[in-house]
């Protein structure tokens, strides 16, 4: 009985810290990727032309947008798309980046991105992906 028990406990140890991590975020188990995150190997592993099809792939939910604002007054949310500090535009901009050479891509969520950004203005924010390349 006591074997059991110690069987149990270290098996309930173990799995507290497979799934316990210091990375904030839900893992991929790919390098320092998150949910948030997606690292160059996964670029390169996603078969995508474009950074658009790299995210349509592996994190769609980027690709999401909220709406805000009362039933007569909704007005869509915009994801914003950063290369290299640099503001693009919006999704469609994601569409006009290669897949080659993209060394990580980062989601940030409408407070983060307020946050963090400083050019976003006063349209309702949705997010932003944030591309950093080898260039």
Do not use: H
Not at 8 to 23: K, M, P, Q, R
């Amino acid at each position: 009985m006591q074997r059991s028990i110690a069987l149990l406990a270290l098996a309930t140890a173990l799995a507290a810290c497979a799934s316990g991590g210091a990375s904030g975020g839900a893992s991929t188990g790919v390098g320092n990727s998150t949910s948030d995150r997606l690292s160059a190997t996964e670029v390169a592993n996603a078969g995508g032309t474009t950074a658009y099809d790299v995210v349509s792939r592996l994190r769609p939910r980027w690709l999401r947008a909220n709406a805000t604002g009362s039933i007569s007054d909704v007005r869509s949310q915009v994801t914003l798309v950063y290369l290299d500090g640099q503001k693009l535009g919006g999704l469609e901009a994601l569409k006009t980046v290669s897949a080659s050479g993209i060394q990580s891509m980062q989601f940030l969520d409408a407070v983060r991105a307020a946050t963090v950004l400083t050019d976003i203005g006063s349209d309702p924010v949705a997010g932003a992906i944030l591309i950093l390349t080898s260039r």
